[in-house]
């Protein structure tokens, strides 16, 4: 292969791969009601819906606080000062 249709390749292959780590907002309702099953709750009951309410309040929580460290992470000044 030539180097430019060699990059090429890569970079398919790699948003091939990316793509295949992106969870559907249908695949994680789906997650989260067999999660709720899992833990016993009886699917079309308001205890049900009490757990995905709960399930996907965490997962929110989780998500605001990576990127809040994240936010953390890159406003602390670097310690490299390039010398």
Not at 3 to 17: D, E, N, S, V, Y
Not at 28 to 54: H, I, M, S, W
């Amino acid at each position: 292969m030539t180097a430019p249709l060699w990059r090429t390749a890569l970079i398919a292959l790699i948003g091939l791969l990316a793509t295949g780590c992106i969870t559907t907002a249908e695949q994680q309702a789906k997650r989260n009601e067999e999660r709720c099953t899992e833990r016993g709750y009886q699917p079309k009951t308001d205890e049900f819906a009490d757990c995905l309410v709960r399930i996907e309040t965490e997962r929110s929580t989780r998500m605001d606080a990576r990127h809040r460290e994240q936010v953390e992470k890159s406003a602390a000044p670097s310690l490299n000062r390039g010398y």
